[in-house]
Nanobody, 119 residues
């Protein structure tokens, strides 16, 4: 079984910054791709950014140039540096990972961390 634990959310003023972390633990042989998703009230969950084990990244248009995704494969940890935050970035942010455990590839999710951008 694999656990994903997010941290780093909180309340920040518009224009501010936050850094989210996602640490994976448990029965892990390797992690293929990892990603951050978010869900605002009344809206569907959407991809924010993802990153492969090789470091290739992909961003939603709405966060390009403001957010940076990274990962430390030695620590099974992923990060999301969020700069120039806007009120529309307010959402619950979820960590996702495709994890190999033996011969199984599982799609795992964290519990989410709240990010609120407000003055």
């Amino acid at each position: 079984q694999v656990q994903l634990a997010e941290s780093g959310g909180g309340l920040v003023q518009p224009g501010g910054s936050l850094r989210l972390s996602c640490a994976a633990s448990g029965n892990i042989d390797s992690i293929y791709s990892m990603g951050w998703y978010r869900q605002a009230p009344g809206k569907q969950r959407e991809l924010v950014a993802d990153i492969t084990s090789g470091g290739s990244t992909n961003y939603a248009d709405s966060v390009k140039g403001r957010f940076t995704i990274s990962r430390d494969n030695t620590k099974n940890t992923m990060y999301l540096q969020m700069n120039s935050l806007k009120p529309e970035d307010t959402a619950v942010y979820y960590c996702n990972a495709d994890v190999w455990s033996g011969s199984n590839l599982d799609d795992d999710w964290g519990q989410g961390t709240q990010v609120t951008v407000s003055s």
